[in-house]
Nanobody, 119 residues
């Protein structure tokens, strides 16, 4: 199983981006997932997550601006980021517990994807 994150880029303040996190492999299915970010000089911080019942939660700094969702095939999760601010600039990571064709769960990290918010 592999977990791949993508969708970062350069956007102006107030703009939007949508990050994707896709699990690939035999029978890969994302059980629960979380998005983290790490700005230069800062620790990696948890910002949003979604559970197996598709209930999503957010930290205060992104609540109302970011939305976590799950793909219909349940091997992908997304982070829709709206009204982006310069302080959202960071490398974004997805983390997920992924089940395989044997229904065994393992924890995976996707590679980071850079989000830069600047005019």
């Amino acid at each position: 199983v592999q977990l791949q994150a993508s969708g970062g880029g350069l956007v102006q303040p107030g703009g939007s981006l949508k990050l994707s996190c896709v699990a690939s492999g035999n029978g890969a299915s994302i059980v629960v997932a979380a998005w983290y970010r790490q700005a230069p000089g800062n620790q990696r911080e948890l910002i949003a997550w979604i559970d197996n019942d598709d209930i999503s939660s957010y930290v205060d700094s992104v609540k109302g601006r970011f939305t976590v969702s799950r793909g219909d095939a349940r091997n992908s999760v997304y982070l829709q980021m709206d009204n982006l601010k310069p302080e959202d600039t960071a490398v974004y990571f997805c983390n997920a517990k992924v089940s395989d064709h044997l229904n065994l769960w393992n924890d995976y990290w996707g590679q980071g994807t850079q989000v830069t918010v600047s005019s």
